[in-house]
């Protein structure tokens, strides 16, 4: 059913997102020109790029490191997400069990450590994006759920989370939404930051260690040069051609069309929508609760993500995960009024208090999602060339990992890192157009169907599980 207000309440909503659109945003750096060399070259500078980068300059000072990005560093995946940095590296610890029983463990304990090395280096570099420890409410909405909360917690504790279940009381105590029958607490495994103000900190830290940073600066091209690579760019307003020839190479660009050509059949790009309201009066934060500022998710298959930032707004994303046929990625994909509409409509209904606020930025961003939803790995050209992809939308905190991975797989050691199922084994592939869009259309639609019937997953849902194949964002 339609909320009246919904069309009102995003009339003046800037189709940009909120966190790059800010004074504090930092100038781009000039584009690469002419012919360069470099110890090591990272293509991406989102997070990944960036966390690469960072860690290749600490373990090695003297080692040249040159980072290039299309665009600025953080403007796609890392600047337009939901801000949740999470220690799980498996996309949730069901997924993780699931995939991984001999080394779930390991995976968990490796999880812990990362996010706290990500805290470390947060207070180490003195970046300011709001990092904050404040754990993880999952939510029910219908009753079949609160089974799954139950299932969750069991699962969790015996792995040593600390969680805590609550009742409708207790839930609506914490966050006061109509729609709450119960909930599930974890206390420490996931921190809040300001998605745009991490990337913008790297970048800085990249810098400030001596990384050379070239933005707005496209890799077209790849290719083996003696016993270095050579890359193609071309930058700048005039596209202007460039190269750099470098003894390895990281690979961090994820959703977008990938200069490997054996990553086609592997990556997805899914775009995921997101609504931020104008900061809430005092009343209305009165109203809500909220005063743990823990990070939000209800429990469908179609799920929503929320959270509330400094200054008092409310991001609200999540449900749809749209797939463009041939895996498309274009700008105007960004903006789906459908979405954001049926997004603002779950939000009153959450909220219903909170009727008369209103969105002052709703934006959409392109997430890499593959068949077992958490980041896969390999090498090209001979091990001179790492890449890692597949994130899922959780890759705030694991693309740190990531990174560490990367580094160890260009030395070419045996370490305790690349020696891991994570590591080694890649995802089943998607098929190939048009089998591929049937069947991503067709497990949304289940989902969805699944949603409605109490969480009945149907013969196709049931299938896939048994093939260990997965859709999601």
Same mark, same amino acid.
């Given at each position: 059913?339609?909320?009246p207000?919904?069309?009102?309440?995003?009339?003046d909503?800037a189709?940009v997102?909120?966190?790059?659109?800010?004074?504090?945003?930092?100038?781009?750096?000039?584009?690469?020109?002419?012919?360069?060399?470099?110890?090591?070259?990272?293509?991406?500078?989102?997070?990944?790029?960036?966390?690469? #980068?960072?860690?290749?300059?600490?373990?090695e000072?003297?080692r040249?490191? &040159?980072?290039?990005? #299309?665009?600025?560093?953080?403007?796609a995946?890392?600047?337009?997400?939901?801000? +949740?940095?999470?220690?799980?590296?498996?996309?949730?610890?069901?997924?993780?069990?699931?995939?991984?029983?001999?080394?779930?463990?390991?995976?968990?304990?490796?999880?812990?450590?990362?996010?706290?090395?990500?805290a470390?280096?947060?207070?180490?570099?003195?970046?300011?994006c709001? !990092?904050?420890r404040?754990?993880?409410? #999952?939510?029910?909405?219908?009753?079949?759920?609160?089974d799954?909360?139950?299932?969750?917690?069991?699962?969790?504790?015996?792995?040593g989370?600390?969680?805590r279940?609550?009742?409708?009381?207790?839930?609506?105590a914490?966050?006061?939404?109509?729609?709450?029958?119960?909930?599930?607490?974890?206390?420490?495994?996931?921190?809040?930051?300001?998605?745009?103000k991490? =990337?913008?900190?790297?970048?800085?830290?990249?810098?400030?260690?001596?990384?050379r940073?070239?933005?707005?600066?496209?890799?077209?091209?790849?290719?083996?040069?003696?016993?270095?690579?050579?890359?193609?760019?071309?930058?700048?307003?005039?596209?202007?051609?460039?190269s750099?020839?470098a003894?390895?190479v990281?690979?961090?660009?994820?959703?977008?069309?990938? &200069?490997l050509?054996?990553?086609?059949?592997?990556?997805v790009?899914?775009?995921?929508?997101?609504?931020?309201?104008?900061? &809430?009066?005092?009343?209305?934060?009165?109203?809500?609760?909220?005063?743990?500022?823990?990070?939000?998710?209800d429990t469908?298959?179609?799920?929503?993500?929320y959270?509330?930032?400094?200054?008092?707004?409310i991001l609200?994303?999540?449900?749809?995960?749209?797939?463009?046929?041939?895996?498309r990625v274009?700008p105007?994909?960004?903006?789906?009024? =459908?979405?954001?509409?049926?997004?603002?409509?779950?939000? !009153?209904?959450? !909220?219903?208090?909170?009727?008369?606020?209103?969105?002052?930025?709703?934006?959409?961003?392109?997430?890499?999602?593959?068949?077992? +939803?958490?980041?896969?790995?390999?090498? #090209?050209?001979?091990?001179?060339?790492?890449?890692?992809?597949?994130?899922?939308?959780?890759g705030?905190?694991?693309?740190? +990992?990531?990174?560490?991975?990367?580094?160890d797989l260009?030395?070419g050691?045996?370490?305790?890192?690349?020696?891991?199922?994570?590591?080694?084994?890649?995802?089943?592939? !998607?098929?190939?157009?048009?089998?591929?869009a049937?069947?991503?259309?067709?497990?949304?639609r289940?989902?969805?169907? =699944?949603?409605a019937?109490?969480?009945?997953?149907d013969?196709?849902?049931?299938?896939?599980?048994?093939?260990?194949l997965?859709?999601?964002?």
């Amino acid at each position: 059913m339609t909320v009246p207000h919904t069309g009102r309440a995003l009339a003046d909503a800037a189709p940009v997102p909120y966190w790059l659109d800010r004074p504090e945003r930092p100038d781009p750096l000039a584009p690469l020109t002419g012919a360069q060399t470099a110890d090591l070259l990272v293509i991406g500078g989102g997070y990944g790029g960036l966390w690469a #980068a960072l860690e290749a300059k600490r373990a090695e000072p003297d080692r040249d490191v &040159l980072l290039v990005d #299309a665009g600025t560093c953080g403007w796609a995946a890392s600047g337009r997400n939901g801000g +949740f940095c999470a220690a799980s590296l498996t996309h949730g610890l069901a997924n993780g069990v699931d995939r991984f029983p001999g080394e779930i463990g390991e995976l968990e304990r490796l999880g812990r450590a990362n996010l706290d090395a990500i805290a470390a280096t947060v207070a180490e570099f003195d970046i300011d994006c709001d !990092f904050e420890r404040t754990g993880e409410l #999952a939510v029910a909405v219908e009753p079949y759920q609160l089974d799954g909360l139950a299932a969750d917690a069991e699962l969790a504790r015996r792995y040593g989370h600390r969680v805590r279940l609550l009742d409708t009381d207790e839930v609506r105590a914490e966050v006061n939404s109509p729609t709450y029958l119960g909930g599930m607490v974890d206390a420490d495994r996931v921190a809040m930051v300001d998605p745009a103000k991490l =990337a913008w900190g790297l970048r800085r830290a990249c810098l400030d260690l001596g990384v050379r940073v070239h933005e707005h600066t496209r890799v077209t091209g790849l290719r083996a040069d003696g016993p270095a690579l050579l890359a193609s760019t071309v930058g700048g307003p005039g596209n202007a051609p460039g190269s750099v020839r470098a003894r390895r190479v990281v690979l961090t660009t994820n959703a977008f069309p990938p &200069l490997l050509r054996r990553l086609r059949a592997y990556v997805v790009p899914v775009y995921d929508h997101v609504l931020m309201t104008e900061p &809430l009066s005092p009343a209305q934060r009165d109203a809500i609760g909220w005063r743990n500022r823990q990070g939000l998710a209800d429990t469908g298959n179609q799920f929503h993500y929320y959270r509330i930032t400094r200054d008092g707004r409310i991001l609200f994303g999540g449900y749809d995960a749209v797939y463009h046929y041939g895996n498309r990625v274009a700008p105007k994909l960004e903006q789906n009024p =459908a979405t954001f509409t049926t997004l603002a409509q779950h939000f !009153f209904t959450t !909220f219903p208090q909170l009727a008369d606020v209103r969105f002052s930025h709703r934006w959409g961003g392109v997430i890499d999602t593959c068949t077992r +939803f958490c980041p896969f790995y390999g090498t #090209a050209f001979g091990g001179r060339l790492a890449y890692a992809a597949g994130y899922t939308g959780l890759g705030v905190g694991a693309t740190r +990992f990531s990174a560490r991975v990367l580094l160890d797989l260009l030395a070419g050691g045996d370490t305790p890192l690349t020696r891991l199922d994570l590591v080694r084994r890649k995802p089943l592939p !998607f098929p190939p157009e048009p089998v591929r869009a049937v069947g991503i259309n067709l497990t949304r639609r289940s989902m969805a169907r =699944a949603d409605a019937h109490e969480g009945r997953r149907d013969l196709w849902l049931r299938t896939l599980d048994r093939l260990g194949l997965g859709f999601d964002s």
